[in-house]
């Protein structure tokens, strides 16, 4: 499917949603691995996944989108959100990567207890977290099973992404994205 938007005068913007490739479809299942899950539990559709490309861009967003929302429409032009987002796959010198989002988050969130370790921090790591702020260890109440993994509060809430690192004799977490990103230049 493909949408040809007027940008400017003359400047045509071409945006082409297509199936994901295999390969495509392969990044984002290396980083659910690097991530502690396993993808055959791991809730997505990966028949329904679409890659979202702009001309020229430096990266192209995932969804996945129910091919039903599509039967009634034959041109992506008046579509806002026809799915769910999952995050965007970008390439750097070496390799494709893939980046979450925050609804990816809040869909895996379900698995934290049951099939994965998530970060777990409390009421100030929480703060600390939303603010876009590095939670030290004593805000930490479980470190999840693999460095880089889902944050989540004391109620199980997703709060977003984040990586475990060492710094000196201390960890600490990282956040990579999180719900207050939408508060401070997200949104």
Same mark, same amino acid.
């Given at each position: 499917?493909?949408? &040809?938007?007027?940008? +400017?005068?003359?400047?045509? $913007?071409?945006?082409? @949603?297509?199936?994901?490739? /295999?390969? !495509? #479809?392969?990044?984002?299942?290396?980083?659910?691995?690097?991530?502690?899950?396993?993808?055959?539990?791991?809730?997505i559709s990966w028949k329904d996944l679409y890659i979202l490309k702009l001309k020229d861009a430096k990266y192209?967003?995932?969804?996945?989108?129910?091919?039903?929302?599509?039967?009634?429409?034959?041109?992506?032009?008046?579509?806002?959100?026809?799915?769910?987002?999952?995050?965007?796959?970008?390439?750097?010198?070496? &390799?494709?990567?893939? +980046?979450?989002?925050?609804? $990816?988050?809040?869909? @895996?969130?379900?698995?934290? /207890?049951? !099939? #994965?370790?998530?970060?777990?921090v409390n009421e100030k790591g929480e703060k600390r977290f939303l603010y876009g702020r590095t939670v030290p260890?004593?805000?930490?109440?479980?470190?999840?099973?693999k460095p880089m993994s889902i944050v989540i509060n004391i109620l199980g809430e997703p709060l977003g992404w984040?990586?475990?690192?060492?710094?000196?004799?201390?960890?600490?977490?990282?956040?990579?994205?999180?719900?207050?990103?939408?508060?401070?230049?997200?949104?």
């Amino acid at each position: 499917m493909y949408a &040809k938007l007027r940008k +400017k005068r003359n400047d045509i $913007l071409v945006i082409e @949603l297509k199936r994901a490739s /295999k390969k !495509e #479809i392969n990044v984002l299942k290396v980083f659910l691995r690097e991530a502690g899950f396993i993808t055959k539990k791991v809730p997505i559709s990966w028949k329904d996944l679409y890659i979202l490309k702009l001309k020229d861009a430096k990266y192209h967003d995932v969804f996945e989108i129910s091919f039903a929302n599509f039967e009634h429409s034959n041109t992506i032009n008046n579509i806002y959100a026809g799915g769910l987002y999952l995050g965007l796959i970008y390439k750097t010198s070496h &390799k494709v990567k893939f +980046k979450p989002g925050l609804p $990816l988050a809040r869909r @895996l969130s379900k698995l934290c /207890k049951t !099939e #994965i370790r998530c970060h777990v921090v409390n009421e100030k790591g929480e703060k600390r977290f939303l603010y876009g702020r590095t939670v030290p260890t004593r805000m930490i109440l479980n470190i999840g099973s693999k460095p880089m993994s889902i944050v989540i509060n004391i109620l199980g809430e997703p709060l977003g992404w984040g990586r475990v690192e060492l710094r000196g004799r201390t960890r600490r977490l990282v956040p990579l994205i999180d719900l207050g990103w939408y508060l401070r230049r997200g949104g």
